[in-house]
């Protein structure tokens, strides 16, 4: 019964390590879609690890590129981006699950609904 226990408590601890989000899985490409009141805004996020630190930039369909002033990997499997423009600091928070994520964007403007996809080596 002792055994059983520990073995019980092992897997407990275990599984919560195993199941955290990870570097290597936000690095990468992630089609994402924004619903605003002006209409949908979609684009890419480029996710990268350079000089020890994730990073990497907002490619929007519009064409235009901003690099993100942060992005942290935080409790829960959320994912934060920040990215400054001219005249804001657009903040987005999103909950990773496997190869999709949904959270919300926030600037100025207000919050709005944002989901996600990581796009694999082919796309």
């Known amino acids: 019964m002792k055994k059983l226990l520990i073995v019980l408590l092992v897997l407990g601890v275990s599984?919560?390590?195993?199941?955290?989000?990870?570097e290597k899985h936000v690095?990468?490409?992630w089609k994402y879609s924004v619903e605003t009141d002006q209409g949908s805004m979609t684009g890419s996020f480029n996710i990268i690890k350079e000089e020890g630190k994730l990073g990497g930039e907002v490619v929007t369909d519009d064409g235009?590129?901003?690099?993100?002033?942060?992005?942290?990997?935080?409790?829960?499997?959320?994912?934060?981006?920040?990215?400054?423009?001219?005249?804001?600091?657009?903040?987005i928070s999103v909950k990773v699950d496997g190869d999709v994520f949904?959270?919300?964007a926030t600037s100025y403007m207000g919050e709005a609904p944002i989901v996600g996809e990581k796009?694999?080596?082919?796309?």
């Open 15 to 22: 599984t919560q390590v195993f199941g955290k989000l990870k």
């Open 64 to 91: 235009y590129t901003l690099p993100f002033t942060k992005v942290e990997i935080k409790e829960d499997d959320t994912l934060y981006l920040e990215v400054t423009t001219d005249s804001d600091v657009i903040t």
């Open 27 to 29: 690095i990468g490409q």
């Open 102 to 104: 949904n959270g919300t």
């Open 119 to 123: 796009q694999t080596e082919k796309e």
